[in-house]
């Protein structure tokens, strides 16, 4: 490994960990906006104050361009449902710094053009794959805590509540993430947004299926009239059954997904332990154009395979 490869990849894991360490918490980050709130000029104009404002990097031109970036809303909104204390500029740092170690790795290791650059890309897209992970673990929960908190719904209309208290109800009483999301939308409605927007809102902030049910049946039935009671028991039962279905196929798919997982990481992890216990000895491999044609091969036929898989399992949730 040559001298400048080794400083890029010591510079990079350095600039990395000082990053991750120097990351303030949430509680640190509110304390800071309550003392630069304090700080502030009394005469200056408060009109915006009691917006929510995204940062999506603390370095100010980075922040004013990625704002400009569509992309970047994107990805900020699934980092929001993620519930991940990153922001989009971190993200894109975390990315850029992987892909450049996985980068000078791979060309020290793989030094055939692009070829070198499959480590860095593999690893520039760790940060992607550790977000959607997190995000559908995070809305897959609140699917299943969605039928308990219509049943409370329910009862605390059945007591004699009103609808908007029974948001605050399912916000008191059920824990995260569904008890903070309802405890937004109720929010939203005590600083003065209508009812459809705080559902609306609430909606666009879990874009599960079983939501949009909900609340398309709410402000269908509270515009047009009718028991909102008896909707909201008949609600929380298709969607128990909706969950108990889905958890049904997820047994039934459980080892066609096993076996893509197994199909697709078993390649590279042989090539690394290859190369561990014996160094040189897939050379071949990339040194001849025989090897190379073999390996562009075997990238796509396990790209052709990835999605083949991918509509078995498919195909049989549907």
């Known amino acids: 490994m040559s001298f400048t490869t080794i400083f890029v990849i010591l510079l990079a894991a350095v600039f990395a960990i000082i990053a991750y360490f120097s990351e303030p918490s949430d509680a640190e980050k509110r304390t800071r906006e309550r003392l630069a709130d304090l700080s502030m000029n009394i005469s200056q104009p408060y009109e ?15 922040d004013r361009i990625l704002r400009k970036n569509r992309l970047a809303l994107t990805l900020e909104s699934q ?5 991940l204390s990153w922001t989009v500029g971190r993200f894109c740092f975390y990315s850029l710094v992987l892909m450049i170690v996985g980068g000078a ?7 055939v053009g692009i070829l070198g650059w499959v480590p860095g890309m593999l690893l520039g897209g760790l940060p992607l794959a550790w977000v959607v992970y997190k995000r559908s673990a995070r809305l897959r929960k609140l699917n ?8 409370l719904m329910a009862r605390a209309l059945r007591a004699g509540y009103s ?24 929010d939203e409605l005590s600083f003065g947004l209508s009812f459809r927007e705080a559902l609306g809102n609430l909606s666009r902030r879990i874009p599960i299926t079983d939501l949009n049910f909900l609340v398309t049946a709410i402000l269908v039935q509270k515009e047009t009239g009718g028991n909102l ?8 039962a298709v969607l128990r059954s909706r969950v108990q279905l889905e958890r049904k196929v997820r047994v039934y798919t459980a080892q066609g997904r096993m076996t893509g997982a197994v199909l697709v990481s078993m390649p590279f992890i042989l090539f690394v332990v290859l190369n561990l216990v014996r160094p040189g000895y897939t050379a071949p491999l990339f040194e001849s154009q025989t090897g190379r044609t073999v390996v562009y091969g075997a990238l796509c036929s396990m790209a052709i395979g990835v999605l083949v898989i991918r509509r078995i399992i498919n195909g049989i949730k549907v």
Do not use: C, H
């Not at 915006?48 to 980075?62: C, H, M, Q």
């Open 163 to 186: 609808l908007p208290s029974s948001l605050v109800m399912v916000a008191d009483e059920m824990p995260d993430p569904l008890g903070p999301e309802f405890r937004r939308a109720s």
């Open 48 to 62: 915006n104050d009691i917006l929510r404002r995204t940062t999506y990097s603390r370095i100010a031109i980075v």
């Open 79 to 83: 980092i929001e449902q993620a519930k």
């Open 144 to 151: 299943l805590m969605l039928p308990e908190g219509v049943d």
């Open 105 to 111: 790795v791979g060309n020290w290791w793989v030094p």
């Open 229 to 236: 009671i008896e909707l909201f028991e008949k609600t929380a």
